[in-house]
């Protein structure tokens, strides 16, 4: 069980990172972007790390307030909640 929810995070993580590389990407052609709403849902769901390494990695979303504290916090959060569950 412990195996397959760090596979989950492995790649939750990966995609998120990916979307963020994606949209920053999108931004500076001024196409079609992906939601934010998009960004927070897989951060939200395990992917806060992989967003937060996409946004400090691709300086993307850095100036938006909601990402620049919500994600470190997210994060924090997460990594918590794993450790809790590690050690329990």
């Known amino acids: ?13 990966i995609v998120s990172c990916t979307l963020m590389y994606a949209d920053k990407q999108k931004a500076k052609k001024n196409e079609f972007r992906i939601k934010e ?12 790390l992989g967003a ?3 946004m ?8 938006h307030p909601n990402f620049k504290w919500g994600l470190p916090f997210l994060t924090v959060l997460q990594i918590g ?3 809790y569950y590690v050690w329990n």
């Open 1 to 13: 069980m412990f195996t397959y929810i760090w596979i989950y995070l492995l790649v939750i993580n």
């Open 56 to 63: 400090r990695s691709f300086r993307h979303k850095t100036k």
């Open 37 to 48: 709403a998009t960004l927070w849902q897989f951060a939200f769901f395990g992917g806060a």
């Open 81 to 83: 909640l794993l450790l």
């Open 52 to 54: 937060f390494i996409g």
